[in-house]
């Protein structure tokens, strides 16, 4: 049995959707950061972990491609045009989308109060919007990042529209927000959500 450990209003909702897509049983710990659930298997007190048989993989994102990998599904081979294709969106979306609310996260409730800096946010909207543009500009027609299929990119890109929207982090993409309506839409997502 796998077992996720980390509040599903964290990076971990991304690995309980994927499990729900995969339809692999699981169980939940929902514990925060530097909870002693969480400090017991990751001395960095980091969210969220999985726990497989006796070992423990730590990132949301290291997670989603050990279980897209071990299952064949939600992804590509690996050395495949379509694998890198697939690993140039995992890394936008980290690079140009995460990365901007992470920092946001940080100055709002992550770093102790003499170090944070509201300032820093009007730059890291407009940062933002900029990144979803360019996702815009890129989407093919597929109704998913890879075209006919979910991929591990569909679950970052969805999750980080996600998290924006509780953020305030606007963008006027049309055509990102019917794609962010269509993953939310998905059963998979909403049964993950309603933990």
């Given at each position: 049995?796998?077992?996720?450990?980390?509040?599903?209003?964290?990076?971990?909702?991304?690995?309980?959707?994927?499990?729900?897509?995969?339809?692999?049983?699981?169980?939940?710990?929902?514990?925060?950061?530097?909870?002693?659930?969480?400090?017991?298997?990751?001395?960095?007190?980091?969210?969220?972990?999985?726990?497989?048989?006796?070992?423990?993989?730590?990132?949301?994102?290291?997670?989603?491609?050990?279980?897209?990998?071990r299952s064949?599904?939600?992804?590509?081979?690996?050395?495949?045009?379509?694998?890198?294709?697939?690993?140039?969106?995992?890394?936008?979306?980290?690079?140009?989308?995460?990365?901007?609310?992470?920092?946001?996260?940080?100055?709002?409730?992550?770093?102790?109060?003499?170090?944070?800096?509201?300032?820093?946010?009007?730059?890291?909207?407009?940062?933002?919007?900029?990144?979803?543009?360019?996702?815009?500009?890129?989407?093919?027609?597929?109704?998913?990042?890879?075209g006919a299929g979910v991929?591990?990119?569909?679950?970052?890109?969805?999750?980080?529209?996600?998290?924006?929207?509780?953020?305030?982090?606007?963008?006027?993409?049309?055509?990102?927000?019917?794609?962010?309506?269509?993953?939310?839409?998905?059963?998979?997502?909403?049964?993950?959500?309603?933990?």
């Amino acid at each position: 049995m796998l077992e996720v450990i980390g509040s599903h209003r964290s990076r971990a909702f991304r690995v309980l959707w994927m499990l729900e897509e995969l339809g692999e049983p699981y169980r939940h710990t929902a514990a925060k950061p530097h909870s002693p659930e969480v400090l017991r298997y990751n001395p960095s007190g980091k969210i969220p972990l999985l726990i497989v048989d006796d070992a423990v993989i730590t990132d949301s994102v290291a997670i989603l491609h050990f279980l897209a990998d071990r299952s064949a599904r939600m992804t590509f081979p690996a050395g495949s045009l379509e694998r890198a294709e697939q690993d140039g969106w995992t890394h936008r979306i980290l690079d140009e989308l995460d990365a901007c609310l992470w920092t946001a996260a940080k100055h709002s409730f992550v770093f102790p109060e003499e170090w944070r800096r509201e300032e820093i946010k009007p730059a890291l909207k407009w940062e933002f919007a900029g990144a979803v543009s360019r996702v815009a500009e890129r989407m093919e027609d597929g109704p998913f990042l890879m075209g006919a299929g979910v991929t591990v990119p569909d679950i970052l890109l969805t999750h980080c529209l996600s998290w924006a929207r509780i953020a305030k982090f606007e963008h006027s993409e049309a055509k990102v927000e019917n794609y962010f309506d269509r993953l939310r839409a998905r059963a998979a997502y909403r049964k993950a959500a309603a933990l």
